[in-house]
């Protein structure tokens, strides 16, 4: 991080003891995520605010027009911004894209656009000339732990909500149809990936359990600040709910025996399968509300009559 945490030795010393006896400070089981609350934008396709737990933030979808890649002439264009200020935690710094950022925005990258996710080639209009340019923007509001997590349920609930313009092409000429004019279109997904961080402890010595001596490390799913901060390792594991699985994600820290990372793989699918029925609940009930409240728009301008 741009600014280093500062945390207490008597702190740390309680968390690992804490997590040897299988208690977190906030109550939760070792293997259990806090729950997200997701809220929807009334007024505006794509825009969505994720709460997990303490961290809070805000994805917004754009779209515009532009001109494909060369190598790439039948496909739109993705990609993410995210930005990290001192809103969200003293220990960043403002103007500067920390590390942080950086992989954020490439881990959520792979996740939809290597893994197909957002289905690029509908986003062609005309080959090699134009093409819709999707851009989501990601704003840290309050840092608590689990950024990542957080943010791919934000991105994929924006792009699951996000409706583009429709277009049509008159000759030469691409017209743009208002929305109020003509329906606007949903992207096209093809599956939710979902992103499930795991934290690892080692509550003996770093040296024997490099080594092999040991296999005493601690897994604990969706860690706050304060277990990140202590925490001796990471991984990301990204699937969806065909049980694919899409990336594993590990910058160095503690080794991980193969059985361990199996049961992982498996609690994963579980918070997994359980987050996309949230979402695709979440958005149904959207759906449903915003065609009420426009027939009775209808119903009012015709009695107006």
Known sequence: MAKEHEISTNERIFLIESLKQGLRFDGRKL???????????????????????KTKLAVRVSCEISKPFTDRPF??????????????????????????????????????????ALDL????????????????????????????????????????????????????EIIIHNTDGRQPVPLSILHVPICVTYSFYNPGDKEENIKGLLNKEIAIMDATMKEEITRDGSLVIT??????????????????????????????????????????????????????????????VGASR
């Open 31 to 53: 293997d259990q995520m806090r729950t997200p609350e997701i809220t929807l934008s009334k007024t505006e396709y794509g825009y969505v605010e994720v709460k997990l737990g």
């Open 75 to 116: 496909e739109g264009i993705f990609t993410i911004n995210s930005e990290i200020s001192l809103m969200a935690s003293p220990f960043f710094e403002s103007g500067k894209n920390s590390n942080e950022e950086v992989l954020i925005s490439r881990l959520i990258e792979k996740a939809v656009r290597r893994s197909n």
């Open 121 to 172: 080639e509908s986003l062609c209009i005309v080959a090699g000339e134009k093409v819709w340019h999707i851009r989501v923007d990601i704003n840290f509001l309050n840092y608590d732990g689990g950024l990542i997590d957080a943010s791919c349920i934000g991105v994929m609930t924006a792009l699951q909500h996000f409706k583009k313009p429709d277009v049509s092409i008159k000759g030469t």
């Open 239 to 300: 699937m969806n709910k065909n049980r694919e699985l899409i990336q594993l994600s590990k910058n160095g820290g503690l080794p991980i025996d193969g059985t361990i990372l199996l049961e992982l793989a498996k609690s994963s699918f579980q918070v997994t399968e359980h987050l996309t029925e949230q979402i695709k609940k979440l958005l149904k009930d959207d759906e449903e509300e915003r065609y009420k409240t426009m027939h009775m728009e209808l119903l009012e």
